[in-house]
């Protein structure tokens, strides 16, 4: 289904009974077309936590809990934010007998709306930890030079390009929503293996993303695929935590190797 038939962006009453049909699934098959042959773009997961999860147990009395949803990047679809936010508000006056039935509802509803296996774990409200970044921070370096939007010419190999592995992350991602507009804030992790990047033109190739309109997901692949095809590394990860909307955040991963595939984290800005 095209996104201009979605409700993001539009007014919407909340639903106060389950209703899996407000799901909105978008194909990823277009915005992959390019990049289809690009490794890695199918390999990786998209993390979702969600944070206004509440449903009645058999009682009738309201359960809360933070949950993760990890989505296969295999799938043929990822799900549009809004819908999911409705279908989980949709399910705040249900009974389930107990977790477990919850858990499969959902997991069955997602998983049909994303054609993949979706899985979600439940947090009680305080266990979910925050997580330090791991790696170097290029965020003080100067930019090789600025752009307003994608422009992969940027991204350079290092002077002295000897083989590396190095994990850098920048704090500076931003980019809209292509349908609201709104702007989407995250932090972007890059593992590589390789002859050595130059980190200020990576700075500068992340920050040419602020008036770029891409969902979450695109923009993940679009980086990781514009790493892999003009700086050719061995190895590669591109992760990019973004903060919350709505009650939601969304992680995308792609790795060019399983073994690369990192543990979901939360940052303290999310």
């Given at each position: 289904?095209?996104?201009?038939?979605?409700?993001?962006?539009?007014?919407?009453?909340?639903?106060?009974?389950?209703?899996?049909?407000?799901?909105?699934?978008?194909?990823?098959?277009?915005?992959?077309?390019?990049?289809?042959?690009?490794?890695?773009?199918?390999?990786?997961?998209?993390?979702?936590?969600?944070?206004?999860?509440?449903?009645?147990?058999?009682?009738?009395?309201?359960?809360?809990?933070?949950?993760?949803?990890?989505?296969?990047?295999?799938?043929?679809?990822?799900?549009?934010?809004?819908?999911?936010?409705?279908?989980?508000?949709?399910?705040?006056?249900?009974?389930?007998?107990?977790?477990?039935?919850?858990?499969?509802?959902?997991?069955?509803?997602?998983?049909?709306?994303?054609?993949?296996?979706?899985?979600?774990?439940?947090?009680?409200?305080?266990?979910?930890?925050?997580?330090?970044?791991?790696?170097?921070?290029?965020?003080?370096?100067?930019?090789t030079r600025l752009e307003n939007h994608p422009d992969?010419?940027?991204?350079?190999?290092?002077?002295?390009?000897?083989?590396?592995?190095?994990?850098?992350?920048?704090?500076?991602?931003?980019?809209?929503?292509?349908?609201?507009?709104?702007?989407?804030?995250?932090?972007?992790?890059?593992?590589?293996?390789?002859?050595?990047?130059?980190?200020?033109?990576?700075?500068?190739?992340?920050?040419?993303?602020?008036?770029?309109?891409?969902?979450?997901?695109?923009?993940?692949?679009?980086?990781?695929?514009?790493?892999?095809?003009?700086?050719?590394?061995?190895?590669?990860?591109?992760?990019?935590?973004?903060?919350?909307?709505?009650?939601?955040?969304?992680?995308?991963?792609?790795?060019?190797?399983?073994?690369?595939?990192?543990?979901?984290?939360?940052?303290?800005?999310?």
């Amino acid at each position: 289904m095209a996104v201009e038939h979605s409700l993001l962006g539009k007014d919407t009453n909340y639903p106060t009974q389950y209703q899996p049909d407000i799901l909105f699934p978008i194909s990823r098959g277009e915005a992959r077309e390019k990049y289809k042959n690009v490794k890695g773009i199918y390999k990786g997961k998209d993390w979702w936590h969600v944070f206004e999860i509440s449903w009645l147990n058999q009682h009738g009395v309201p359960q809360v809990a933070i949950g993760r949803i990890c989505l296969p990047a295999s799938s043929t679809h990822l799900i549009e934010s809004k819908s999911l936010k409705l279908y989980f508000n949709s399910l705040n006056f249900t009974q389930f007998e107990n977790q477990q039935d919850f858990i499969k509802t959902v997991e069955q509803d997602l998983s049909k709306a994303a054609q993949a296996d979706v899985s979600l774990t439940l947090y009680k409200v305080d266990d979910l930890a925050i997580s330090q970044p791991q790696g170097l921070c290029i965020d003080d370096l100067e930019p090789t030079r600025l752009e307003n939007h994608p422009d992969a010419t940027l991204l350079s190999l290092d002077e002295h390009a000897e083989n590396v592995e190095v994990q850098l992350y920048s704090h500076l991602l931003r980019s809209n929503c292509p349908v609201t507009g709104q702007p989407d804030w995250g932090t972007v992790f890059i593992r590589y293996q390789g002859k050595k990047p130059c980190y200020r033109s990576i700075l500068a190739y992340i920050i040419s993303y602020r008036q770029h309109n891409g969902f979450h997901e695109q923009c993940v692949e679009q980086i990781f695929a514009d790493i892999w095809q003009n700086l050719q590394p061995e190895k590669l990860m591109v992760y990019a935590t973004y903060t919350r909307r709505g009650g939601l955040d969304i992680n995308p991963c792609r790795v060019s190797d399983e073994s690369w595939m990192p543990e979901p984290i939360r940052l303290a800005r999310q």
